[in-house]
């Protein structure tokens, strides 16, 4: 069961670390894959948007400051059942760069959660984010928005000398206990059945085919009397 229960976590955590370095959420062609909403707390209103793929969720949020007129269209909704349980959003600090009409970035937090089927682990890190114009692939130019992080929690990047391993990229480390015990019993379970389980499958035809469920010696129907072969079943010699 201890072996079960350990190969249930290396489960958990070696698939949250490969859909961080292997999937980036991204939006649909109709918008956030996840969606978007506000949630008001003292002088401030956050924004969020967020994406979601296979075992990975990414939530930015952007703080304002009532005071700076923020309107909000009566259709849209706050959204605020969409903000997952594990956020840590009611733990950051709000803040903007002043005054507004001279700032060259905003400052945005983006929030990383990975694993399945429940989220295991997660991180979140503080950016400063710009537009900026770039170059692409067929060599035209594209407006791009950039974050550039300048506070990490939860968040290993990987070393360089990784990269001849083919890997790159951060990772989180930051658990989500409920979501961490829950994967971890599930694929603990599996792999209770995948070592285990055709070893008591085998046993059983054995009983019901009046063997030794142990070594399969033909018992002729007599399980109550153990096996002559083995000695399964059957009481040990007193000294």
Request: glycine share 10%.
């Amino acid at each position: 069961m201890l072996i079960c229960a350990f190969l249930g976590f290396v489960t958990t955590v070696s698939l949250a670390w490969w859909c961080a370095l292997h999937i980036t959420p991204q939006p649909t062609p109709r918008g956030p894959s996840m969606g978007v909403g506000y949630i008001e707390r003292q002088d401030w209103r956050w924004w969020f948007i967020g994406d979601q793929d296979f075992g990975s969720t990414q939530i930015v949020w952007t703080p304002w400051p009532l005071s700076a007129g923020v309107i909000v269209a009566p259709s849209m909704p706050d959204n605020v059942q969409l903000i997952p349980y594990w956020s840590a959003y009611a733990r950051l600090k709000p803040e903007q760069p002043m005054p507004w009409e001279s700032s060259p970035y905003q400052i945005d937090f983006v929030e990383d959660a990975r694993g399945w089927p429940l989220k295991a682990f997660r991180s979140w890190r503080k950016t400063h984010s710009h537009g900026g114009v770039r170059p692409n692939v067929s060599r035209s130019y594209r407006f791009e928005y950039i974050r550039e992080p300048v506070e990490r929690w939860g968040w290993y990047e990987l070393p360089a000398w990784m990269n001849r391993f083919h890997l790159s990229g951060a990772v989180p480390l930051a658990p989500v206990w409920p979501g961490l015990f829950a994967d971890s019993a599930a694929f603990g379970a599996g792999w209770f059945i995948l070592l285990l389980g055709p070893g008591m499958v085998k046993r059983m035809i054995r009983r019901r085919g009046g063997r030794c469920p142990a070594c399969g010696y033909n018992l002729r129907g007599e399980l109550a009397l153990g096996c002559s072969e083995c000695g399964w079943g059957r009481a040990l010699p007193r000294a």
